[in-house]
């Protein structure tokens, strides 16, 4: 599970950012916290805020990090796979000379499962536009106080000390500067750095494209969605929790890559005729845009169900009813629906969520933007009204939103510029 995500200097964040999915001493809604090893953990993040005030920002770092990790062996290899020119550059906050050549940092640190020993791992890097910077790995075991070195790099000053001897060798011979070592290790089958790699390959991050588009790839649909009536009926029967009307699905491979193992294929929708036993098929793009969008978050929630890994959707409530959405958190709150501790963190402007019936007031958070242009993210549980005084359980969040107690809304004006003849 993740425990903690921080990071600094990119895109609209110039300072340093943390969201942090640990529980505090709260005392509502207790049956929401998640016991780990020591750790007392959050299965749901809701980050809310104006247009434009970071919230897409947040997932973007948390996709950048998580995109580098899984994709940054082989940059500046000479074998061909890929060139240096392919590097995942960041992008660091431009509105000041300072932050926009200065390198881009971030780190997680996550909790294994009690299986797995609930293990805790720190890891995190530097980059710039040149390369890696700096880079380190650290664990803690389930009964230890304090984290143990894995490795640490620093410029060329390389230390592997928690890395077999044997390896240490293939390592440092093969590492370029924009490669990580995590990804490095992975790639050579060193158990610990594959476990990190594994770890972000393993979380969702939500990127629907073109929801209307009728024809899809097979790696974005369910598991065996194509040949198997047993998961296509599985998705009938999830979408008959909101929209009864379709009762199967119709599939017809278009195009096979061998080489990239994927297929294209079209997708039909079954429908009942009214006043009839008959059936007629309906192509999936004329589906509505939310039944498109729960179509396309089904192997994402089906993935990380099964993984206990987390899920990071932004804008979840656009097409969605709020109904609907609400019935998505509470499934990942819900232990019997989420026995494997998956974990959802969404941006939503969708304010009928704040409730505190719903939502603790440290699963709230919320992004802000000032008038430099510089995105901030805080929690509800460590906000301070103008008196001092902690944000209350029993208050009305939504209201108080709203209202602007909390910060994080639009700055209104009218839209004056449409003011006379026209």
Request: aromatic content about 12%; overall charge negative; proline content about 3%.
């Amino acid at each position: 599970m993740l425990l903690q995500f921080n990071f600094k200097n990119f895109r609209s964040f110039r300072d340093d950012a943390t969201l942090d999915m640990t529980a505090t001493k709260s005392t509502e809604l207790n049956h929401h916290v998640i016991s780990v090893g020591n750790e007392k953990v959050l299965p749901v993040a809701a980050v809310f805020g104006a247009n434009a005030s970071g919230k897409s920002n947040v997932q973007a770092a948390f996709r950048y990090m998580s995109t580098y990790v899984i994709r940054s062996f082989g940059y500046g290899d000479d074998s061909g796979r890929k060139r240096k020119s392919e590097f995942l550059r960041p992008t660091p906050f431009l509105l000041d000379a300072e932050s926009r050549e200065a390198e881009s940092s971030f780190e997680v640190y996550f909790i294994t499962s009690e299986d797995a020993g609930a293990k805790t791992y720190n890891y995190g890097f530097t980059v710039d536009q040149d390369g890696i910077n700096e880079e380190w790995l650290n664990y803690k075991a389930k009964s230890a106080r304090d984290y143990r070195r894995i490795f640490y790099r620093k410029g060329k000053d390389i230390d592997l000390v928690g890395v077999a001897v044997k390896s240490r060798e293939n390592i440092l011979t093969a590492l370029a500067d924009e490669t990580l070592i995590v990804s490095l290790g992975a790639k050579l089958r060193i158990a610990k750095l594959k476990l990190v790699r594994d770890w972000f390959l393993n979380n969702e991050i939500a990127d629907f494209g073109q929801p209307e588009e009728n024809y899809f790839f097979s790696r974005l649909l369910p598991d065996s969605f194509v040949e198997s009536k047993a998961v296509q009926q599985k998705v009938i029967d999830y979408f008959s929790s909101f929209d009864p009307a379709i009762i199967g699905f119709e599939v017809e491979t278009l195009e096979e890559d061998e080489e990239a193992k994927t297929s294209k294929v079209r997708i039909d929708a079954i429908h009942k005729m009214i006043n009839s036993n008959e059936t007629t098929t309906i192509p999936l793009k004329q589906e509505s845009a939310g039944t498109l969008k729960m179509f396309a978050l089904f192997p994402l929630l089906q993935a990380v169900f099964e993984n206990g890994s987390v899920l990071f959707v932004d804008e979840l409530n656009a097409r969605l009813h709020p109904l609907l959405v609400r019935t998505l958190v509470l499934t990942f709150l819900n232990p019997e629906t989420n026995p494997n501790h998956a974990q959802l963190i969404f941006t939503t402007h969708d304010a009928w969520q704040l409730n505190s019936n719903i939502l603790r007031r440290d699963e709230v958070w919320f992004t802000e933007k000032s008038q430099g242009g510089i995105s901030t993210l805080y929690s509800l549980a460590d906000f301070v009204d103008e008196d001092g005084t902690k944000i209350r359980k029993d208050e009305n969040y939504e209201k108080n939103y709203l209202l602007g107690k909390y910060g994080a809304i639009p700055t209104m004006k009218y839209f004056d510029m449409f003011k006379g003849d026209l």
